[in-house]
């Protein structure tokens, strides 16, 4: 529903006894596609060649950049689109505005007090099967959990919105936040990005209309939060 980073970056948690380390934070490129070819690679399987994903099991194992390049977000209902290359994130299109600002203290208003977070460790099943094979877990060390973390300034209202005419583009390393567009300062790399997204957009099917919404995946039915709600 954004391309912005508020509605694209995710952090996510891997372990596996094939891990080389257990304790290290990898902070690649990734895409949802590959997870299905780098779990298999986890697993000892061989990926398919003729899928979307790439593999990134070798990436995360050795904690190594990532063989994602470039990252892609195409949404051709809503009409806009965005591409992640190196450091450097552009959007272009009309992306709807109500979806892309900061959400924080609502959404804190509407779920409340998060719960312990040693406590909701403590609590879950992975702890749990992880403590039966003998395997211990500091509860106590919070520095990888640290550093998934990202504060910005809410007081910013310099949100760089797109138009037909306009791209914003942002240094999404160094302003993950995404307050300062630099579309102005570096037009030979907007220039670059618009090539490689026009070669994407070539390539993709267009969705079938109308988009039928399912009122079953509401949001407030599933605690505010991003999940599969069909079984």
């Known amino acids: 529903m954004s391309p912005y980073e508020g509605g694209v970056r995710v952090v996510g948690l ?5 891990l080389n380390s257990t304790s290290h934070y990898w902070d690649g490129y990734m895409h949802i596609t590959d997870w299905l070819p780098t779990l298999l690679s986890a697993a000892g399987v061989e990926p398919p060649k003729d899928v979307d994903g790439v593999d990134q099991w070798e990436s995360i194992n050795t904690n190594s ?3 994602r390049k470039e990252l892609f977000e195409i949404d051709d209902y809503t009409g806009y689109a965005s591409v992640t290359y190196g450091d450097y994130k552009m959007i272009i299109g009309e992306p709807i505005q109500s979806y892309s600002g900061y959400l924080g203290g609502d959404l804190r208003g509407i779920i409340g007090s998060p719960p312990s977070y040693v406590d909701a460790i403590a609590d ?4 749990g099967v992880l403590h039966s094979i003998g395997r211990t877990v500091d509860t106590n060390d919070f520095s990888l959990r640290n550093r998934t973390v990202i504060k910005c300034d809410v007081s910013s209202n310099s949100i760089c919105y797109p138009s037909n005419d306009t791209v914003c583009l942002f240094n999404i390393i160094e302003d993950p936040c995404e307050t300062t567009d630099l579309s102005a300062t570096y037009p030979d790399l907007v220039a670059s990005m618009l090539a490689l997204l026009d070669v994407e957009m070539s390539k993709r099917i267009p969705r079938v209309l109308p988009v039928v919404i399912d009122p079953l995946s509401a949001p407030r039915l599933h605690n ?3 999940d599969t709600w069909i079984n």
């Open 14 to 18: 891997l372990w596996s006894a094939n």
């Open 65 to 67: 950049a990532s063989q």
């Open 124 to 127: 879950s099943t992975v702890f």
């Open 224 to 226: 505010y939060t991003w």
